[in-house]
């Protein structure tokens, strides 16, 4: 059965710096994953998928690597901005259940 | 032009009532899902609609039982209201209903259960 853990469970950063949020799953037979970020009072946004066959994609500041071998993935985000501050989920998709999420990775931006 | 709508935002209840909480989407998405968010923030399918009909449906109390009147609607009814229904219920959508392969989903904002 497909689980998936994220860490750090939180994390909270000044603003401009760098930071990487981490996914790691059990099962490593996905068709892809995705990252979503969830504010508070609203539902998820999906901010980047990768496809199994893929091993980054990259939406202006942010960056998502996949190692599927491995079981990881990871989150990048440069420069990062109070706006940021949010939940992120790490979600993959195994074909039997459609989306496996992680419990998230709550971030702080302060300014 | 909202995408995923979900009605009411909140609702607070008493054990062993019935209620429903409804779910629209107007993106012509063919495939719908109900998503539960407990109190430790893990996110679970519960079901899955495509084209109206069921084609996911974990391990779920037979209290739940949702309802797809057309693939634009899927709502959910919770039968005899317990304590520990007590989480956030999303709804999402996505395009085609491979269910993710190629595709993501959209989630609506949430319906934040409680029962007292």
């Known amino acids: 059965k497909q689980e998936v853990t994220q860490i750090p469970a939180a994390l909270s950063v000044p603003e401009g710096e760098n930071l990487v949020l981490n996914c790691s799953f059990t099962?490593?037979?996905?068709?892809?994953l995705q990252w979503f970020r969830q504010d508070p009072g609203k539902g998820l946004t999906s901010l980047l998928l990768?496809?199994?066959?893929?091993r980054e994609q990259t939406s202006g500041r942010l960056n998502a690597s996949l190692d599927k071998s491995s079981g990881r993935s990871t989150l990048y985000i440069a420069a990062s901005q109070p706006g940021d501050s949010a939940t992120y989920l790490c979600a993959v998709y195994s074909g039997n259940t459609p989306l496996v999420f992680g419990k998230g990775t709550r971030l702080s931006v302060i300014a | 032009d909202t995408a995923v709508s979900q009605t009411p935002k909140y609702l607070v209840t008493q054990m062993g009532n019935d209620k429903s909480i409804k779910c629209e989407q107007n993106l012509g998405h063919d495939t719908m899902y109900w998503y539960k968010q407990d109190s430790k923030k893990f996110l679970k399918i519960m079901f899955s609609?495509?084209?109206?009909?069921?084609?996911i449906n974990e391990t779920v109390p037979n209290r739940f039982s949702p309802k797809s009147p057309d693939k634009a609607h899927l709502n959910l009814h919770i039968n005899s209201l317990e304590l520990g229904d007590s989480a956030v219920y999303f709804c999402?959508?996505?395009?085609?209903?491979?269910?993710?392969?190629?595709?993501?989903?959209?989630f609506g904002p949430g319906t934040r259960l409680l029962v007292l």
């Open positions: 609609y495509n084209n109206k009909e069921l084609i």
């Open positions: 099962d490593s037979a996905i068709y892809n």
């Open positions: 999402a959508s996505s395009p085609q209903g491979s269910g993710g392969a190629i595709e993501t989903q959209y």
């Open positions: 990768i496809q199994s066959s893929q």
